[in-house]
């Protein structure tokens, strides 16, 4: 069927000026798209998801009355009894008849598949032509258009025939009526309705049934009890009832997903969205196709829906238009993808994300001149004003613009924009006397011998890694290409710059070990420009990587050997894939060899016989022809392609021009060993300075420690320099945080370690290295007097309220890989870090830093009692001890502890989730007991812990439910009567309150629970401490007359309390040989108690006795 409307001659002497549309595909062609259909629909196994969709088949199915669907109504109440609606119908059945001649050609047509171009021989170039027109000028619209159409737009019509350039008409409309004959009155065509009575514009939705609801808690209480079966049961019968609660179709796709079922899951979304206009659940249901449907191939089609959908909404939506061109781009639809750049770039000019696919798209369709304006614009914008340092100009910025440019052969550009733009960016753009086209020698890497000769240079107003040494690689190389691109007077200068990848090096930080691609790149360049001897300098060392070493890397190979005329190379590099000739690759190599050989007649047969196997894009990609000129549009003898076609040809030697001299570039061959050196013997002087700076921080530790200002200025000073050094060492600082230190790698030349310090062995960087080949030492210093430094660093930035560079340094150190997989450092840097919140009094980290503890030292008593000490020692705002993280952190602790004391038989008997189950279970540890930490009891540090975070946001009941827990646990500790009494006391204070008598009573009891607890071991600290809190709870009751013997008695105790404070020095700080003992006294607390209720209550003279003898320093 295909042949008898598509014919098509490979020696077609016409299809010399076919147009390749460059969105073909070689798996899949996405741009297929299914006929539109009046509601979206998906096929499913499950009958009863089948029976509850049904209303968006084709084949059958309809809403229930009186539902709606898309904001009108979808069928009549009974189609039986709508006589008006089937006597239309009937009409138009009756004289469908009088147009199938018309509409036969156009019927067979729609049963030819679609044109596959790489597959079918008989496709023709004229009918590409046809194609390529006609997709341009679809594409070229704006696809937001369609959706406006498809959603129900009144101007939308609809056309029959394909009409245009292929003949025929384009439709019944199209059709005269016979001037004498008899006329007809005009007949109403199908999908046309009348004037329909009623209000215009778009009907309420239906109001939700009794029934609907009844069915919709039932799905959500299912959901709630995870009973995955009865949830779908009555999801199901709720869509029935009524489709268009978008609700009702995300809670059945979740549960879908849930059960594995994906794909139902994504089209139960798709199809139940439409009855909505809601953004928001358009937005959601996007998400979730990316999320799981990004295999699929239906989901791209559905997600351009969506996102045309919401544009449709809101056509200045900038994500949609966004998410919309880079659907478009991953599916192949370049064009389109493209259009939308376009689209999106007269809103926003300087999206860097948009030009990076808009650079992508144009690559793809072989036109990169289209993308070429936006970037100068951007670049211009850039340049103007931005600072280099916070602009988005970078430099793979500026490697895609170069490319581009390299791409369209436009060589005094990409020189230009790589100059000028670099320049910028390294921060010389006032410097415009590099501006020439003779040669490169701004991007030397010394200023000597050519730099100095240019009159305007100043070798001391930049630094020398502003130059040559700071210019990009990749760019590097592109200067190179575009000096061979234009001409031969360029080659030395582009040699020039190939040669800082240093070919010849071996190294293991050799540039061909980071750069791999680019060698072959600059090979690729030099073996087209016909200098076979220098490409070969770049291909060979290619061929110790043998996942580079593919069909077309040994035909290049090869015709480089066979033009120097090196037989047993050639013969060798032909005979490696020999194996593989099913390989694409190696016909699109063999077919460049032929090329290079003069052999045209065989070069045409291969690429022939790739064109019909669907690799037109192949030979397009490798710079082969496509078409074939008319002169040799004739088949020829092919010549054998097996053992006999590696026989070289006779050798002529290629022909340079005389006047091209390579004597320069060849004495600059070993310049990248030179740099190498100079490198190390810099670092070597790097290394004796940082030894000394640190000699000279230690004489003046003793004057620092003393406390001489400009000691310590100096010291700070000094320090700065050595911890740059520090931090400046890349090693140290991997990508990934989780890798350990294990060498310097290619490092480990450049730094003078101590005598006798191993390295890794040569060839064993990324294998496994043993402790002791580990360097533990950097400039000669061990990595603990590093770190002993580092916190000295950080505890001196703290002392002098530097609180960001005392914060700076610890990150440093907290991320350096020689401190971040070590226990012990780690544990050292915590401390300090603690230490220098508190004096810093910054809340907040010390708050994150008390987490740290609870996290890595789980159900440990002494970590949640330092969290509680450290808030308590830190002055200033407490939400963040009861904020949000912090909350969750805790309860989770209390579950996870509780779930693991449960026994196996009681586990059973509470509703807990499958997820509350594994997140408390933490089947990460290893063990499935449900008890990972081993815990036989409760630790009611824990639970007070959450109590008082729950007092402190006033929550006085769930406070209260934990402290009684803790006290069940320990009823003879004080403290837990004293937070019960002042909770039941506070919320007394309530202004709502069930019982407040009751409330207080209560508070007042456990008031004296403690009281009687604290006081019952005579010790004064504990009596004077039981006396202050009773007097002032008395206090806060307003209780005067009880509150004040409570405060003079705490006046009394103060001798006591400070004998004891004596006794404890004498003793030796602790009573256990520690350090100096804080007793607190609350003398001073309760005598300024005393002068407010004194002072208020007019006895002044009194209070000025309390002021005098306990509040005078």
């Known amino acids: ?203 309420a939705h239906a109001e939700t049934t009794p029934r609907f609801k009844e069915l919709n808690g039932k799905l959500t209480e299912a959901f709630l009890d995870k009973d995955w079966d009865k949830g779908l049961e009555y999801g199901f019968e709720a869509i029935k009832e009524n489709p268009e609660v978008f609700s009702v179709h995300g809670t059945i796709a979740e549960i879908l997903i849930r059960k594995g079922r994906i794909e139902d899951a994504l089209g139960a979304l798709f199809v139940g969205v439409q009855a909505t206009r809601e953004p928001a659940a358009w937005r959601y249901v996007v998400e979730k196709l990316i999320e799981y449907g990004a295999h699929m191939k239906d989901s791209r089609q559905r997600i351009q829906d969506c996102y045309s959908e919401l544009i449709s909404m809101d056509p200045e939506d900038y994500d949609s238009r966004l998410g919309r061109m880079k659907n478009y781009h991953k599916a192949g639809q370049n064009i389109r993808a493209r259009n939308e750049c376009f689209n999106l770039l007269k809103r926003d000019p300087y999206d860097h994300e948009v030009l990076n696919h808009l650079s992508g798209c144009c690559f793809s369709l072989g036109q990169p001149e289209d993308a070429l304006p936006a970037y100068e614009n951007f670049v211009s914008y850039c340049m103007e004003n931005d600072l280099p340092e916070q602009s988005g100009l970078d430099w793979s910025f500026l490697d895609s613009y170069a490319d581009m440019l390299i791409q369209m052969q436009r060589w005094d550009d990409a020189i230009k924009i790589i100059t000028v733009a670099s320049r910028w960016v390294l921060g010389r753009s006032e410097e415009t006397f590099w501006d020439w086209e003779k040669d490169d020698r701004e991007w030397d890497a010394e200023n000597e011998p050519r730099r100095v000769e240019v009159p305007q240079f100043d070798p001391g107003h930049h630094d020398v890694g502003t130059y040559g040494q700071g210019l990009l690689v990749e760019l590097r190389a592109k200067l190179g290409f575009a000096r061979l691109g234009k001409g031969s007077d360029h080659v030395q200068e582009a040699l020039h710059h190939f040669e800082f990848l240093e070919p010849e090096d071996e190294a293991e930080d050799a540039y061909i070990n980071e750069y791999p691609d680019l060698f072959r790149e600059v090979g690729d360049a030099l073996r087209e420009t016909k200098l076979h001897q220098e490409a070969l300098r770049f291909y060979e060392p290619l061929k110790n990587k043998p996942e580079l070493m593919d069909s077309r890397f040994c035909f290049d190979l090869a015709i480089c050997y066979q033009a120097l005329g090196r037989d047993e190379d050639y013969k060798s590099s032909l005979q490696i894939f020999k194996r593989n000739a099913r390989d694409p690759q190696y016909h699109i190599g063999l077919a460049k060899l032929y090329q290079s050989q003069g052999r045209v007649a065989d070069m045409w047969h291969l690429i022939k016989q790739l064109r019909r196997v669907g690799k037109t894009k192949l030979v397009r990609d490798a710079g082969l022809p496509l078409v074939q000129p008319e002169e040799l549009n004739t088949e020829a003898p092919v010549q054998k392609t097996g053992r006999d076609a590696t026989s070289p040809v006779a050798y002529t030697p290629p022909q340079r021009d005389q006047d091209q001299d390579l004597s320069s570039a060849k004495r600059r061959y070993g310049e990248g060993r030179r740099l190498r050196q100079e490198r190390i013997e810099r670092d070597h002087q790097q290394d004796m300075i940082i030894n000394s700076l640190w000699q000279d921080m230690k004489v003046l530790d003793s004057a620092v420690d003393a406390g001489d200002p400009d000691a310590l200025s100096e010291w ?90 005392c914060w700076d340094v610890l990150n440093v150190a907290a991320n350096a890989n020689i401190f971040a997989h070590e226990q012990p450092r780690i544990l050292l840097i915590r401390n300090v870090s603690m230490t220098c919140a508190l004096i810093l009094q910054d809340n907040q980290r010390l708050v994150e830093e008390a987490r740290w503890f609870m996290k890595w030292y789980p159900y440990v008593t002494e970590t949640y009692r330092l969290f509680c000490a450290v808030n308590r020692f830190c002055r200033g705002d407490v939400s963040f001890f009861n904020s949000g993280p912090e909350q969750k952190f805790t309860l989770r602790a209390v579950k996870t502890m509780d779930f693991g004391l449960l026994p196996q038989e009681h586990r059973l008997n509470f509703l807990f989730t499958d997820g509350d189950r594994v997140k408390w279970s933490e089947p990460s540890s290893g063990r499935n007991n449900g008890n990972p930490h081993d815990l036989v009891e409760h630790d009611p540090a824990l639970l007070v812990l959450y109590g008082h975070m729950m007092f402190v946001a006033a929550t006085y009941t769930s406070a209260l439910t934990y402290y009684f827990r803790a006290y069940v646990l320990q009823p003879e500790d004080p403290i837990l009567s004293l937070c019960i009494a002042i909770s039941y006391v506070q919320m007394g204070f309530k202004r709502q309150t069930e019982n407040r008598q009751f409330q207080i009573q209560q508070g007042l009891s456990f008031l004296q629970r403690y009281y009687d607890l ?51 020095r004498d003793d030796g700080g602790d009573g256990q040989g520690g350090g100096m003992a804080y007793i607190e006294d609350f003398a001073a607390d309760a005598a300024f108690a005393l002068q407010l209720i004194f002072s208020t209550g007019g006895d002044f003279r009194g209070a000025r006795k309390i002021t005098e003898k306990w509040l005078v320093l």
């Open 1 to 203: 069927m295909a042949n008898q409307f598509y014919h098509y001659e490979l020696d077609n002497p016409q299809n010399n000026t076919a147009v390749y549309d460059e969105e073909e595909t070689e798996d899949e062609d996405w741009s297929v798209q299914r006929p539109a259909t009046a509601f979206p629909f998906f096929q499913t196994s499950d009958p009863a998801m089948q029976a509850a969709y049904s209303y968006g088949d084709p084949r059958g199915g309809s809403y229930p009355d009186p539902t709606i669907h898309q904001m009108r109504s979808t069928a009549p109440p009974d189609e039986a009894l709508n006589t008006d609606t089937l006597a239309g119908l009937a009409d138009d059945i009756g004289n469908e008849a009088e147009d199938f001649e018309d509409e036969s050609l156009t019927g067979l047509l729609g049963q030819v598949p679609p044109d596959n171009r790489e597959r079918d021989p008989d496709f023709g170039a004229s009918d590409l032509e046809d194609e390529e027109s006609a997709d341009d000028s679809s594409d070229e619209t704006d696809p937001e258009d369609e959706a406006i159409g498809r959603k129900g737009s009144l101007k939308a019509t609809a056309t029959r025939g394909r009409g245009g350039r292929r003949g025929g008409r384009g439709g019944r409309a199209t059709r005269s009526q016979p001037e004498d004959g008899p006329t007809k009155p005009p007949r109403r065509r199908r999908g046309e309705m009348g004037r329909r009575k009623g209000k215009y514009g778009p009907r």
């Open 716 to 805: 700070l000073g000094i320090a700065n320099e050595v911890f740059e050094d520090f931090q400046g060492q890349q090693s140290f600082f991997p990508r990934d945080r989780h890798l350990k230190f294990i060498g310097y790698g290619r490092w480990r030349k450049i730094l003078n370690l101590p005598d006798g310090e191993q390295f890794i062995p040569e060839g064993e960087e990324d294998g496994p290295t043993d402790d002791k080949d580990i360097p533990v030492h950097y400039r000669k210093i061990h990595f603990d007097e590093w770190l002993e430094w580092i916190m000295l660093l950080a505890m001196r930035y703290a002392k002098n309220s530097n609180r960001e560079s």
């Open 1014 to 1064: 604290r006081t019952r071991n005579d010790v004064a600290m504990h009596m004077q401490e039981a006396e202050f809190n009773m007097a002032v709870m008395w206090h806060s009751l307003g209780l005067l007359h009880l509150a004040v013997p409570k405060y003079e008695r705490c006046l009394e105790l103060s001798e006591r309390v400070r004998q004891e404070q004596q006794d404890v």
